[in-house]
Structure formats: C-alpha cells, structure tokens
C-alpha cells in the first residue's frame, strides 16, 4: 500500500482548514497558496471532500471551504480513506467483493487481514487536533532551542 499525492494532499488541505479555522470561508486559492498545490488539483480535492460533508462549500464572492466539525472530529484515517478510496495491502482485500477464489484456504490471508486493520486502527487513532498538537509541540521546542 502507498498512499498518492491525493490521499496526502487531502490531509494537509483539511490540516490546513483546521490551521485557519476561524468559522469563515477560506478562498480556495489562499489555500492552494498555502499548500503549493494547483488550484485545479485542489478543486478536485475538495470537491469529494464536500460531497461527503467533511468540508462545507460557498460559492461566489465570501465563499471557499471550511471545516464541517471540529478538528478534534476528523481522523486522518477516514480522510485519506475518502480520498484513496482503498488502503488494502493487498489487492485480494480490495474493493467490494473482498477476497478471491483462493480465499477460503489462503494460509496468509490473516497476515493481510491483520495488517488491514492495524493500518485502519494506527490512522483512525490520530485526529486533525492531534496532528495540529504535534506541530505545535515541535515548534516550541525549535524555539526554545533557538538562540
């Protein structure tokens, strides 16, 4: 498994929103700045991130995104998960038929089985206000080690 450029950009976009969460919309191109990513790219992006509700869409002059809950509410699991579609190791775990014809005595398919759910487990543990609390910790220890 290795997750794409869209499944990261996902979550540094709603890191992001949760970075300038002031309850206002955020103009897409503020946040594609940002984050140097292309605006087209990004639309894309956040597009999926709206159809689900995660982030809450505006058009026309004032709109943009931002964050449908709190960042404490959020788990980078379900966002890269909507994002990638699929975090499946392997391919026979994939998609909504999971297995394949050698399942029923595939002597590894626990092995795969297992590791699933300890990806899942490992994402789903860490919410945008974790990660925000984390940067926020190693910033303050780069300043106060600062001259």
Not at 6 to 15: D, I, P, S, T
Not at 36 to 57: C, F, H, Q, T
Not at 76 to 93: F, K, N, P, T
Not at 109 to 130: E, F, K, V
Request: hydrophobic residues 40%.
């Amino acid at each position: 498994m290795m997750i794409s450029t869209k499944g990261r950009y996902a979550l540094r976009v709603m890191l992001d929103l949760a970075d300038h969460n002031t309850g206002e919309y955020i103009p897409l191109k503020d946040i594609a700045h940002r984050q140097e990513i292309s605006v087209k790219y990004l639309e894309n992006i956040l597009a999926s991130l709206s159809r689900v509700n995660l982030v809450d869409a505006a058009r026309g002059k004032g709109g943009g995104y931002r964050l449908a809950k709190t960042p404490a509410d959020y788990s980078a699991g379900e966002i890269i998960r909507l994002a990638e579609g699929s975090l499946a190791s392997v391919s026979c775990l994939k998609g909504e038929k999971k297995g394949c014809e050698k399942a029923g005595h595939c002597r590894a398919l626990p092995l795969w089985q297992g590791l699933d759910q300890m990806i899942d487990q490992y994402l789903d543990s860490y919410s945008l206000a974790d990660l925000q609390k984390q940067q926020a910790e190693l910033d303050a220890a780069e300043a106060a080690e600062a001259p």
